[in-house]
């Protein structure tokens, strides 16, 4: 199973919306609504930030936000805040039944 | 407050085993699916494996299918994962992680990590 695709880079300035792509087969997110993204800081564990492409757990920031579209899946951080310079990661479910990452993103507020 | 604590972490010479554990608090553990995931240093995230909240269905990455074992004692609120014929680039911080109660695969609690070093 390969990794999803995701740009090894994102950047932007307080206040902007930044969008980070994950781009998949149609044995993965192409084929199922499974998509979630998890939020890395440097020395701590993931968070999960969306899930089922684009539901939000309790208590994540409504400036989060989820979609898709074909093969490719897309997050969508609006009014950028210093405390969202993460590592960005989607997955997705296969139809392998095993769970697929993509390679990261890393997001630079500037 | 769930929590995942994950150890048996440490320093092994290539084609030599480990068992990672992940104890489990803060929720009723026989009624969750579990998960492992990687992360080599400085590199993303894979999965690994997942095992069912009975146990009876058993997933694995094909990195790992055949050297890697993964169970779960629900008595003990434990999570296993046996590793046989370890190789250098099985080298990461092993994280354990809760699969949100019906769904696919979304994590939705993670430990902080053992770490695991292959070397000689």
């Known amino acids: 199973q390969s990794a999803l695709t995701q740009p090894a880079s994102v950047s932007g300035s307080p206040g902007q919306s930044i969008t980070i792509s994950c781009t998949g087969t149609s044995s993965d997110v192409g084929g199922y609504n499974y998509v979630s993204w998890y939020q890395q800081h440097p020395g701590k564990a993931p968070k999960l930030m969306i899930y089922?492409?684009?539901k939000r757990p309790s208590g994540v920031s409504n400036r989060f936000s989820g979609s898709k579209s074909g093969n490719t899946a897309s997050l969508t951080i609006s009014g950028l805040q210093a405390e969202d310079e993460a590592d960005y990661y989607c997955t997705s479910y296969t139809s392998s039944s095993t769970l697929v990452f993509g390679g990261g993103t890393k997001l630079t507020v500037l | 407050e769930v929590q995942l604590l994950e150890s048996g972490g440490g320093l092994v010479q290539p084609g030599g085993s480990l068992r990672l554990s992940c104890a489990a608090s803060?929720?009723?553990?026989?009624?969750?699916?579990m998960s492992w995931v990687r992360q080599a240093p400085g590199k993303g995230l894979e999965w690994v494996s997942a095992i069912s909240a009975s146990g009876v269905n058993i997933y694995y990455a094909d990195s790992v299918k055949g050297r890697f074992t993964i169970s779960r004692d629900n008595s003990k609120n434990t999570l296993y994962m046996q590793m046989n014929s370890l190789r250098a680039e099985d080298t990461a911080l092993y994280y354990c992680a809760r699969v949100q109660s019906g769904s696919y695969y979304v994590l939705d609690s993670w430990g902080q990590g053992t770490l695991v070093t292959v070397s000689s």
């Open positions: 089922d492409v684009s």
């Open positions: 803060g929720f009723t553990v026989n009624s969750y699916a």
